[in-house]
């Protein structure tokens, strides 16, 4: 692959522009010049990631980073292991520090009573966390799209997931260092660059089979909505962008009003009436759930939560409701205590 571009500078204008407005849209959503940084680049070999690895080694070489790639044989397909060799050579041609993690997802998901996805997921993600301390590298990037944030944002409404999570995917998680710099750019797109620079792919058959929900959403359902509006990867955008400013308003809030509540023995949390009578139940709602999460691993539904807030307006003292993880409510006369039993 000697054909590859060694700078921004060899593209033609167009290539150019479409890299920089990418480097533009992580710059906005990660608050920080990503390319200047140390990138971990998960690479798979397929369209989106390929044009990401090119993408970001391209950039950084503009601004003054370093890429690395991390790559997964998921030992799902005979095929895989030539999809390593493809992403080992092409980062070798592009001189890019390259390490691969052999993997049995089928083993590990039967082994936990879990799907082939979910194995997946977190086989992926712990192995990007030790790429990630590896290299010391201050991001992970992944080749999410408008299309994925799409299948996304639509298997969340099948869920029944609430908002603002039904908005999808985010493009920036600091706290697992996660940015999606091609959130708002389109599959199509991709593509086109890849043919515009003469680089191959790989292409995963699997793609093709129903036996995933994300298949099933990606070839059945997409292609009915973009029928129906072709215009709709445009307006799950926007959706996307009211939903973080919302979400940015309601954590302000939230922050605002726990400033007022008293911690308590084994980091439980004491919320006066006082204090939640004078919110409205779209806010008391939030805080409670906050305080949930934060007390550990177990995700209180919302139904569960409503009910709890439901009997705090009913002034129900001495009730008490239990949540995942350990977790409880308890109502009394002054208040709202949460902590873990």
């Not at 083993?107 to 990630?132: D, P, Q, S, V, W």
């Not at 072709?230 to 979400?247: C, F, M, T, V, Y």
């Not at 911690?263 to 008391?284: D, E, M, T, W």
Request: aromatic share 8%; proline share 4%.
């Amino acid at each position: 692959m000697d054909f590859l571009p060694n700078s921004i500078q060899e593209l033609e204008p167009r290539l150019a522009r479409f890299c920089l407005n990418i480097e533009k849209f992580g710059i906005q959503k990660s608050g920080e010049n990503f390319a200047s940084k140390l990138m971990l680049v998960g690479v798979s070999g397929g369209i989106d990631s390929t044009a990401l690895l090119i993408i970001a080694t391209l950039l950084a070489r503009k601004s003054g980073g370093r890429v690395f790639c991390a790559h997964i044989d998921h030992g799902l397909r005979e095929e895989s292991g030539k999809d390593r060799f493809f992403v080992e050579e092409l980062c070798h041609q592009m001189n890019v520090p390259f390490k691969a993690l052999n993997a049995d997802v089928a083993g590990y998901a039967a082994k936990h009573t879990m799907g082939l996805e979910e194995a997946g997921r977190i086989i992926r993600y712990n192995f990007f966390k030790k790429c990630l301390k590896k290299f010391n590298a201050d991001f992970l990037l992944l080749a999410h799209h408008v299309g994925d944030l799409s299948e996304d944002m639509v298997m969340r409404l099948i869920r029944g997931t609430g908002w603002p999570a039904l908005a999808g995917m985010d493009a920036y998680d600091p706290a697992r260092k996660l940015l999606r710099p091609l959130l708002s750019t389109k599959k199509e797109e991709l593509e086109d660059f890849l043919r515009s620079i003469g680089c191959p792919w790989r292409e995963d058959e699997s793609n093709t089979s129903d036996a995933y929900m994300r298949n099933r959403v990606r070839n059945r359902i997409m292609p009915l909505l973009n029928e129906e509006n072709p215009s709709l990867g445009a307006g799950l955008i926007r959706l996307k962008e009211q939903a973080e400013l919302d979400d940015d308003y309601w954590s302000e809030q939230i922050e605002t009003a726990l400033q007022k509540a008293e911690q308590v023995k084994n980091g439980g949390l004491f919320i006066p009436c006082s204090i939640l009578n004078n919110y409205h139940s779209a806010l008391r709602l939030r805080i409670y759930k906050h305080i949930l999460d934060n007390l550990g691993p177990g995700h209180a539904l919302f139904d569960s939560i409503l009910l709890l807030d439901q009997a705090f307006l009913g002034r129900k003292s001495g009730s008490t409701f239990q949540f995942p993880g350990n977790k409880i409510a308890v109502i009394n006369k002054t208040g709202l205590l949460f902590k873990v039993n």
